[in-house]
């Protein structure tokens, strides 16, 4: 006797696939979700793109301070200015924080460059959103092409409830002011370094794109990274 193994016209294999792809999911996610599910289900990629990008920094940081907890991240994207300058201004905040470097530290990380191959600028991209996902950056500081992109996405806080009145009132006319999909609301979510002594004198000049500095949504010492905007500003 004959065996059917013909499959019926409704089965199973032949009905159209209803299911999302994982990018439509992202997609369709706020980006703060978006982080939330990209460090629940991708820590471990992303750890190891992190380990690739940072391996000798974080070695030699880790020897150095092998117990010392980051009071002040920084974040620099496509940075402009010599790795010493940011050490003085590393030492200079400890000083300014009054920070025990026995067991703090002030860190400025500037690995999170995006001008190289699409491969390598896709993985620091990705390394640098594990990072905000992770509440380790304090302070985003950007060329504008990429900090729009920043206060779109809603890593970026609003610089009104983050700054003390005296500090915001005298910065009003250097201002990157935004409106967002989350707060349509035109806001101050960064201010231009243009005219600061750390740029004038140490940066290389971009033109037009000129730099900014943000808070981090998830920031969590927000109070030291006001001490940083006050001394960029008011430093002679």
């Not at 030699?60 to 940011?86: D, G, M, Q, S």
């Not at 600061?196 to 981090?216: N, Q, R, V, W």
Request: glycine share 2%; proline share 4%.
């Amino acid at each position: 006797m004959s065996k059917n193994t013909r499959l019926e016209d409704d089965a199973s294999i032949y009905q159209p696939r209803k299911e999302s792809s994982e990018n439509i999911k992202l997609k369709n996610m706020p980006f703060k979700k978006k982080l939330s599910y990209l460090w629940d289900y991708y820590k471990i990629q992303g750890l190891v793109i992190i380990a690739i990008l940072a391996f000798a920094i974080y070695v030699i940081y880790e020897i150095r301070t092998p117990n010392a907890e980051i009071k002040l991240y920084t974040a620099l994207i496509n940075n402009t200015i010599h790795t010493e300058v940011w050490e003085e201004y590393e030492e200079t905040m400890m000083d300014l924080l009054e920070l025990d470097p026995a067991t703090s530290q002030v860190y400025f990380n500037d690995i999170f460059y995006y001008n190289g191959t699409t491969d390598y600028a896709m993985n620091v991209r990705a390394t640098f959103n594990l990072f905000i996902a992770s509440a380790d950056i304090d302070l985003v500081i950007a060329p504008q092409s990429e900090f729009i992109n920043y206060v779109n996405l809603g890593i970026l806080d609003k610089l009104s409830e983050q700054l003390p009145t005296d500090l915001y009132s005298s910065l009003t006319d250097k201002f990157y002011l935004s409106s967002t999909e989350e707060n349509p609301k035109v806001q101050a979510y960064g201010i231009y370094l243009t005219d600061t002594k750390l740029f004038k004198d140490h940066s290389i000049p971009t033109e037009g794109d000129p730099y900014i500095i943000g808070i981090a949504f998830n920031s969590r010492h927000k109070e030291n990274a006001t001490k940083f905007i006050r001394y960029i500003f008011k430093e002679e």
